[in-house]
Every structure is written in C-alpha cells, then in structure tokens.
C-alpha cells in the first residue's frame, strides 16, 4: 500500500497538492474572491489536510495497483477489489475518496521526492497570488481598504479605486459586530471626511461620495454602538449640516452650512438622508438632539414637500418613525398657519399622486396617508378646518387608482382605506363641541 507522509501533509490528486498554511480562514466579503471560488478552495484544501491524516489509517491503495486480502485493512476484502473502503463515515470521507481515486500514484512521489530534494515552500510551488486567496486575514485587509479610503485627498487615486474600497467595507459592515468594529478599526472618521469634504482636490464624485454615505448607513442602522461612536464624532451635526444643499437654502439657520458650496445632486441626498435616518432611529438623546439643530425641521418645511419623490418619501417615513418613538419632540408645538398650509398640500398631493414634479406612487400615498395619522395622533388639532374633506377626496381617489391597478380587494387598497380612517375619525372628532360630549 501507499502511505501518505503526515508532514507536510500533500496530495498528488488532479484537484489538490496543496499544503494547509498557519492561518485560518475567514469567508471573505466584497469583490476580492467570488464566493464559489472561496467554497472550491476550501473543499481542495479539506481534501489535501484529509489525504495527510488519513492516508496511513485507511491504506489507500491507488488506482492501477491489485492488493491480496492480506493487504487490506481487515483482510476481508474479495479477491480483485482494487481499494480498501474504510467505513470512517461523513462527506469529508466521500471527499477523501474521491480524491484518492483521481489520484496518479507516479505523480504523487514525483512531488514528495520535489519537495523533499528542493526544499520547496508553498511560495515557490503556487505562487504568493494562490496563497493570499485561500489564507488571509479579515480585518487587515478592511483595514487596507481603510487607509485607502483615508487617503482620498491623494489625486492619484481614482475614484475607481475608492469604489472599489468601499463596496469592500460595504461587504464587511452589512454584518453587525464588523460594524461595531469600524470606529475602532479608525473607519467611522475617513466616511465622514470622504463624504462631505469641499475643498479643492479633495471632494470626490456624487456618485463615490453617495456610496460613502451608504456604507455609513449600513453601519448605524440598529446598532447602538455605532450610532454612538457616530454621534461622538459630531456626526449628526455635520451630515444635517449638509441638508440645506439639498434643498431650502439658508432658511434653517441652526444647520450650519458652507454658503458658497454648491447644490447636491438626487442620489447624494437620498443617501444622507438614509444615513440621518439609521443614525437617530431608537435614540430619544440623539433625537432631541437632532430637534435642537433643527433637523426635524428642514424634513417639514423641505423635505416632505421636495420636488425629489424618494426624498419626500424618505423625509415621511423617517418624520412618522421619529413621532412614534418620541412623540413629545417639541418641533411640532408652534407650527405656523402658513407652513401647516404647505405641509398639508405637500400631503394631499402625494396621497393623489401629484408631487410637484412628475406622478407620484402608491407607496407614497401609503407613506403620506401614515404620516397624516402621526402627525394629528400627536397635535390633533394640526391643519385647518377644510383639510378633511379634502383629505378624503384625495384618499378615494388613490384607492380608486389603486383597485384599477390591483383589483378590489388588493392589501395595499385596504391599507390606504384604513389609514384615511384613521386620519377621519381624529379629524370628525376634534369637530365636536365640548357640550356635546
């Protein structure tokens, strides 16, 4: 029979010579290695750790060579059975196997004898490119993408390659204790810088910096350490400090700005909002303090009523979760006419379908619909005295829409009549004199 030699651990197989390196290996995230590439290197590597451990205890005997029953193992074997069957049991076993069976016995000792003649290391064999993509570490490859990122206001480096890096971390954060990780890796500060640098040289595309916002929206989202480690940075003060620039101007002036900085674009505004919303979602401290800067603000002046749909329906949707999770904010205590005017109209066009700019959609109707509900759940006495008629034509209307689309009956119908309900039954109810109680 033939004896594999434990060390190093090797096998000549037509799918593996490989040698298992001191390192474990960690599934790799983003674009560095496919995952079907990492699952096949695994495999091939299990099978060349299992021809080194097994190979004495089974007594493989290669194809092409007869063995008496004397030879095997057990010596019950019948006359002309090519191989022992060791019976170890479980797949790596059928892996075991498989291997042996594939294998060319002339080749295996043509390369043990290499080895052993040449003093051949792994490097040497397979080169330092086969090496890094079966044994590596993690987190010191996050961190080169770090620096990477870090590095933006080189010119030398492309926005390309930022991208690149942050689809990298992007990956890596989408799993909540990585994302823990970030601020002490030193990754929270570089995103902050990279997406909101305006100096000369130094600020990037809207396309890299909107990705920028994603992977720090990715990182907060329910994950109270991170929305700390964010606050502690004066996050939230520097990215609602860029809301201006995406609409409003300088009419809230506790955002701070930069006045000569230029409008942000759609897809950079829909990831900073996205950022906002993860970062002071189930915080009442980091919400009262996004109150005092005036956040909530610029979402109902601006925000709800923006020409963009998905700021508009980001800015309801974050206004109606807020509300719920801390209704006693005091943005809404002295809302003036004149802006209850606009927010109402901003409403009832987006439960009719009518943003200011292009039709809108059912879900903002659905979103618009539930914010209408928070906001009178919260003030009931918010909007003039004709906003309910004028709410219910609007509603029927979209429900109408949406049976000519679904069908009667759809869920997402029911939905928009059940909300207008509750928006009605706040609305008749406040319409009733005290001494008809």
């Given amino acids: 029979s033939l004896h594999l030699r434990p060390s190093p651990p090797m096998c000549a197989s037509a799918s593996c010579g490989m040698v298992m390196s001191r390192k474990s290996s960690r599934p790799r995230s983003g674009r560095a290695m496919p995952k079907a590439a990492r699952a096949v290197a695994l495999v091939l590597v299990v099978a060349c750790l299992l021809c080194g451990q097994y190979a004495d205890a089974a007594a493989l005997v290669p194809v092409g060579e007869s063995s008496s029953p004397a030879a095997l193992p057990g010596g019950n074997q019948q006359q002309g059975e090519q191989r022992a069957q060791p019976k170890l049991g479980g797949p790596m076993e059928d892996l075991l196997h498989w291997a042996v069976e594939h294998s060319d016995p002339d080749k295996l000792k043509e390369v ?13 064999v397979y080169g330092q490119e086969v090496l890094d993509a079966l044994f590596y570490d993690e987190y010191e490859i996050v961190r080169g993408k770090i620096s990477t990122i870090a590095d933006f206001r080189n010119t030398s480096l492309s926005d390309e390659q930022l991208s690149d890096a942050l689809a990298e971390l992007e990956g890596f954060v989408e799993q909540i204790d990585n994302a823990g990780n970030l601020h002490k890796m030193g990754g929270l500060a570089p995103l902050v810088e990279l997406a909101l640098a305006v100096e000369d040289g130094a600020r990037r595309s809207e396309e890299v910096r909107a990705q920028g916002l994603l992977v720090l929206g990715i990182a907060v989202q329910n994950n109270p350490s991170v929305q700390e480690d964010l606050f502690g940075l004066e996050g939230l003060q520097r990215l609602a400090g860029r809301l201006p620039h995406c609409g409003g101007g300088a009419a809230l002036i506790s955002l701070r700005q930069s006045e000569a900085m230029p409008s942000e674009g759609g897809a950079f505004c829909g990831k900073l909002l996205y950022t906002l919303s993860g970062l002071v979602k189930n915080n009442q401290t980091i919400q009262r303090a996004a109150n005092h800067i005036g956040l909530f603000d610029w979402i109902l002046r601006v925000g709800v009523p ?21 209704p006693e904010l005091p943005f809404l205590a002295n809302v003036p006419a004149a802006l209850q005017a606009e927010v109402a109209t901003a409403l009832l066009g987006h439960v009719r379908g009518l943003a200011s700019l292009g039709a809108g959609d059912l879900d903002a109707a659905e979103k618009s619909l539930q914010l209408v509900a928070r906001l009178l759940a919260v003030r009931p006495m918010l909007f003039s005295e004709g906003f309910r008629i004028e709410l219910a034509s609007a509603a029927s209307g979209a429900k109408a829409g949406c049976e000519t689309s679904f069908g009667v009956g759809d869920e997402l119908c029911e939905t928009l009549a059940s909300l207008a309900s509750q928006c009605d039954a706040i609305l008749s109810a406040r319409s009733v004199r005290d001494d008809e109680l």
């Fill in 112 to 124: 043990m004898q290499k080895y052993r003649d040449s003093n051949l290391t792994l490097k040497d």
């Fill in 306 to 326: 923006h020409s963009s749909l998905a700021t508009a329906k980001k800015s309801m949707a974050l206004l109606d979760t807020v509300l719920a999770q801390n």
